[in-house]
């Protein structure tokens, strides 16, 4: 029941993020990682936001479209390519509510040490009960595809 309680929970914030911002939860995190430095390598952001290369290819590829990155040719070795983010892709960060996650590594952040590693211990030990682990993951909390 407290999984189901919390998948909801995740499918609910993923809908208002992407009804009040137009953008993905995954698209938002790729936004939110190139906003200190306004561009970044794929494979930079790759490890980054915890995602496989293809993954964050294929997020860009709708960043793209939707005008809120380009892909500019590397200034200090032109055979590489970053993705740049631009004025309307900063304006929607900006804009954006926070990710549920951020909310939560607050609240997680501000328990006493032993129940933290008590908490995520459990957390692993469902993972690996339901053989989770064994899946590719991000830190981003959203329910369906990436």
Known sequence: MAL???NRAIDLHSKKLE??????TPQLLLLKALEKDGRAKPSVIAKTVHLSHATVTSIVDRLEKSAMVT???SEDDRRSVEIVLTEKGRDCIENAPELLQEDFLLSLSQLESWEQNLLIS???RIAVMMEANKLESA???EVGEI
């Open 4 to 6: 189901r309680q919390i």
């Open 19 to 24: 009804r009040e911002t137009g953008q993905t």
């Open 71 to 73: 892909r500019e040719k």
């Open 139 to 141: 830190p981003i909390l």
């Open 122 to 124: 459990s957390v692993q």
